[in-house]
């Protein structure tokens, strides 16, 4: 199990095409973390973002928790919202990735803090926060059940929790032949944990006992920037497979760095959110 809130890419470098003409960074951390930073930059992230926090509704005082906080922007926010009589915590698995939360928020002068956890394993008492988000992780749990279980007792009677995430079979990618892309997403959805977790979210809360209160959606459509990286790690995983041969791979990645050339290119996929009260 990981809880990384990103989506499975865990470098870039296209070792099974060894010929691509496309650059790699030598630090996995880096790469990782300007991906992220990238993401967050994206249309579709933001308003889902900026739709989260509104629902959400963290008021000054309150005891909040992100699972899966990665670089730590969305706690420095809520740290933001919630003052310096309230307390805004990031749970994540990666040390290093905490480190750069911790040096953001230092940079910041925030008062959010961060911890080591998983989702399954919380490092606080039963009924702790008023509202818990988690965004992007359920698609790396092999048991979302759990992890569901573990945010309902660190959750209050009444506190809220908003999940987020990405349902990767709604994904559309142009250019590119048809059944090269359709191997090449099968390949992906095999190796995802939890590949269509956006659908799954109400479910999973209503069976922890929690009330919906509210749903929202959105397509993220990728740039350049974020959409080449995700092809050539998926292009990678799917050649030493064999879902795909490498021949297909670089013929794959040349077709759409000439659409991108000339403005004709389209990859987006579509995000869920739920929001949910503890009832009982």
Not at 166 to 171: G, N, R
Not at 203 to 217: N, Q
Request: proline share 7%; aromatic share 4%.
């Amino acid at each position: 199990m990981s809880s990384d809130p990103s989506p499975p890419i865990p470098s870039f470098q296209v070792n099974a095409i060894p010929d691509s003409s496309h650059t790699t960074d030598d630090d996995p951390m880096a790469t990782l973390v300007g991906m992220l930073d990238l993401q967050a930059a994206l249309p579709g992230i933001r308003r889902m973002r900026a739709w989260g926090h509104e629902v959400l509704a963290v008021e000054p005082g309150e005891r909040v928790l992100d699972i899966g906080s990665g670089t730590g922007t969305e706690v420095i926010e809520l740290s933001e919202r919630v003052g310096p009589d309230g307390d805004a915590v990031g749970a994540d698995p990666n040390p290093a990735m905490l480190a750069i939360a911790r040096g953001r928020a230092e940079t910041a002068d925030s008062r959010a803090r961060f911890v080591e956890a998983t989702a399954y394993q919380l490092p606080f008492s039963d009924g702790y926060f008023d509202a818990v988000r988690c965004e992007r992780v359920y698609q790396h749990l092999d048991d979302p059940a759990a992890a569901t279980a573990e945010i309902a007792r660190v959750l209050r009677q009444g506190g809220r929790v908003l999940l987020i995430d990405t349902d990767w079979h709604t994904v559309i990618a142009h250019p590119g032949d048809p059944g090269v892309l359709a191997r090449l997403s099968k390949a992906m959805l095999t190796t995802t944990p939890n590949p269509a977790s956006g659908r799954r979210l109400r479910g999973l809360l209503t069976a922890a006992g929690f009330t919906i209160d509210d749903m929202g959606s959105e397509a993220v459509i990728w740039n350049p920037d974020t959409a080449l990286p995700l092809y050539m790690q998926m292009i990678s995983s799917a050649s030493t497979s064999g879902a795909i041969t490498e021949q297909e791979g670089r013929d794959l990645l040349a077709t759409m760095d000439a659409g991108i050339a000339k403005g004709d290119y389209h990859l987006s996929v579509t995000m869920f959110a739920v929001l949910a009260h503890r009832a009982d």
